[in-house]
């Protein structure tokens, strides 16, 4: 008996009670097609959420002081900049930025309010990399040449009154812990959309907050690292960790910088698994049901093959080879389905701002209210081969049960 | 022992159980079948005749009593080399629905050639010339489905053929068909017989079938009469 014979008899077998082949063929289909869409859309969702996060500041990868991600503080110096951005654009990120971060008092007219103050250097830094120069909704970002240049929130220019042009006092305390101020004159505000940030971060000149604080050239408070992938966050932190290790230096994933973003990914993913797993349990049961329904019409079938001479092992080959031909084509018509339903959510979207509005955000990150798929091809490849491996599985105890087929009894009944 | 000895039965017993209920299906049988012999088994329902054949057949193994096939003790044998013993020297036909519904004819005559892993080409031959030998060259392609009850008999006593086994067993073949096909099954057995000198024995309670066995064994409550 040969794999071609098995193969041609279990495919001629499923196709004896097609209706019922269909039924199965568009569970594990069903099964792809909820598989691709939950995956793919908190891949696409938690991908957006990351980058978005890593623009605010931290990036993917960031380089900083050792100690500096437990407490934050202007003494935290990161030295040895410009060695530490050359070591990272070898390691193949897209972008690295130097930003100085310290906790601050602003004031303003007479009125004052605690927020951040963030260094950046303008003449490097893109909306793309920085969520606050993509998101000015008034004015313009500093230019290099004006020194004293500031943006600042929306909701704390209202609260203080600011529109560009006027005149913020920030206070901090420097690298030695002395108390510091400057003036910086507002150029532009920016609008996120998360509150927090929105009433909290006023963005200046990197060169000029390098002197407030008294940090050298080649000082800052830490690195962002900006991947194009987030999924290398840990390789590429890993090689740098090479680079880096022992001199007093810390290297950090977005999961140690942005942990509540971490944490709640974590959970949404648990969730998610759990309930896919639910879905393809019951795509299982009913392949399963099938069956051991279609093997145990057979039993007089299967008591004849094993009179003749065919042994149980192969006899329950036959059934595993009915089992491969539902997942093959179970998947290939899951495809079928799923494949325009991707794209179209992959390239286009499903627009739910009238259920979830369009500033709910998590974990201090903006939710984009358009469902978009986005699977990364492992994932991909991971939930074809789970769900194949599902069916074989269902099919393993039928094989058994006709295999154990006893042929005097199986003959007796008619 | 004679090699001219197809099987032997010794004092063998056979009893189902079911609960408290025992029934005594064989009573201590003891027969011998020579090589090329055409005998029938005969016997009111219930008499033992299905229980022989599934013996001799290794499908069940007696409670009592020993059972030779071409010398051997079958009780000696492991479940393998029953099962590789029922395909390569035993020859099976039942009463109906014998043949696997998805594949053809000739794909159901070779079934056993297939079970053996004798190369396609050889299957192929061997497959017509049995297809020949049954009178059913040229429905070869044809799904049991799309058959005669005949003809499905004669496709079954195709696919006991292929391999050139020793003795076919074929457990009241004719019951399920009319009495003209009957004979012409018959007529097919006997002339493998005479021809290729293959042992049959065959169960029956048709009078006319009984006629045309060169032996008759009859049974009566699991014993011989
Ligand atoms: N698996 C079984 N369990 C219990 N009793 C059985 C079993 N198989 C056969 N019997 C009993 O054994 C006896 C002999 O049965 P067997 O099938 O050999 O008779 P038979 O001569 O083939 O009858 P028929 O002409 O109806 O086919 C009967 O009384 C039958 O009820
Ligand atoms: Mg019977």
């Known amino acids: 008996m040969d794999n071609i014979f098995l193969l041609k008899t279990g495919w001629r077998s499923i196709w004896r009670n097609r209706r ?5 063929l568009s569970s594990v289909a069903f099964g792809l097609l909820v598989s691709v869409t939950f995956t793919g859309s908190a891949d696409y969702a938690y991908t957006n959420m990351i980058d978005t996060s890593a623009t605010m500041g931290f990036g993917h990868v960031t380089v900083a002081a050792a100690g500096y991600n437990r407490a934050p503080s202007p003494s935290l110096v990161l030295s040895g900049c410009d060695l530490v951005l050359a070591a990272a654009v070898k390691s193949g990120v897209r972008a690295a930025r130097l930003r100085i971060v310290a906790q601050a008092m602003l004031a303003a007219g007479g009125r004052s309010s605690g927020g951040e103050v963030m260094g950046i250097d303008p003449a490097v830094e893109t909306g793309g990399f920085n969520v606050f120069l993509r998101d000015i909704v008034r004015g313009r970002m500093f230019t290099p040449a004006e020194t004293r240049g500031a943006l600042v929130g929306e909701v704390m220019a209202r609260r203080l009154k600011l529109v560009p042009g006027r005149r913020l006092v920030y206070t901090t305390t420097d690298r030695h812990g002395e108390m510091v101020s400057g003036v910086a ?3 532009g505000i920016f609008r996120t959309g998360v509150s927090g940030v929105d009433n909290g971060v006023v963005v200046l000149p990197l060169a000029r907050l390098r002197q407030v604080l008294g940090y050298g050239r080649d000082e800052a408070s830490f690195a962002a690292l900006f991947l194009a992938d987030q999924r290398q966050s840990r390789i ?4 740098l960790a090479r680079h880096f290790t022992g001199i007093g230096r810390e290297i950090l994933t977005w999961r140690e910088t942005q ?3 971490a944490g709640l990914i974590a959970m949404d993913r648990a969730g998610n698994y759990l309930m896919q797993f639910l879905i393809w ?8 049901n099938t069956m051991q329904m279609s093997v145990m019409e057979r039993r007089r079938q299967f008591g004849i093959m094993q009179a003749v001479g065919m042994a149980p092992r192969w006899i329950f080959f036959l059934v595993m080879a009915e089992a491969l031909w539902l997942g093959v084509c179970g998947l290939a018509v899951g495809v079928v389905v799923t494949l325009p339903c991707y794209l179209y959510l992959r390239h286009v979207g499903l627009n739910l701002e009238t259920l979830i509005g369009n500033d709910y955000s998590a974990a201090g990150v903006l939710v984009d209210p358009v469902l978009r798929l986005r699977l990364f091809p492992e994932t991909g490849l991971v939930i074809v081969g ?29 | 022992m004679a090699v001219t000895e197809m099987l032997r039965m010794e004092e063998v017993s056979r009893i189902y159980r079911r609960g408290r209920l025992e ?9 011998a079948l020579a090589v090329g012999d055409f005998a029938a088994l005969c016997g009111p329902s219930g008499s033992g005749k299905t229980t022989i054949l599934n013996l001799v057949g290794c499908l069940d193994l007696p409670d009592d009593g020993r ?15 029953l099962a590789a013993l029922r395909r390569d020297r035993i020859g099976f036909v039942f009463q109906s629905y014998n043949l696997i519904p998805v594949l053809t004819a000739a794909e159901n005559a070779g079934f056993v050639l297939e079970l053996q892993g004798r190369p396609r080409a050889g299957i192929r031959q061997r497959v017509e010339e049995v297809l020949v030998e049954v009178g059913l060259s040229g429905l070869g392609n044809r799904r049991p489905d799309d058959l005669s009850g005949g003809q499905q008999q004669r496709v079954a006593i195709a696919r006991a053929l292929a391999p050139e086994p020793a003795i076919i067993l074929a457990d009241e073949p004719t019951a399920n068909v009319d009495s003209a096909t009957a004979a012409g099954l018959l007529d097919l057995m006997e002339r493998l017989n005479a021809e290729k000198g293959i042992t049959f024995l065959f169960s029956t309670h048709d009078e006319r079938v009984m006629q045309r066995a060169r032996r008759l064994l009859h049974l009566r409550d699991g014993r011989l009469v």
């Not at chain 1, 590429?236 to 090689?239: D, E, F, I, L, P």
């Not at chain 2, 029934?23 to 027969?31: G, K, M, P, T």
């Not at chain 2, 059972?67 to 080399?81: H, N, R």
Request: charged share 15%; proline share 3%; aromatic share 8%.
């Open chain 1, 185 to 187: 004159r507002i150029s």
């Open chain 1, 20 to 24: 019922r082949t269909l039924i199965t």
């Open chain 1, 281 to 288: 349990l019951l795509v299982a049961a009913g392949i399963f």
């Open chain 2, 67 to 81: 059972i030779f096939i071409e010398g051997g003790d079958i009780a000696s044998l492991s479940s393998a080399a």
């Open chain 1, 236 to 239: 590429v932190r890993n090689s």
């Open chain 2, 23 to 31: 029934v005594r299906a064989l009573d201590r049988i003891s027969l």
């Open chain 1, 386 to 414: 789970f769900l194949f491996f599902i069916v074989l599985a269902a099919g393993v105890y039928p094989g058994l049960v006709a295999a154990r087929t006893r042929p005097i009894a199986a003959m007796r009944q008619r």
């Open chain 1, 259 to 261: 942990a509540d973003l």
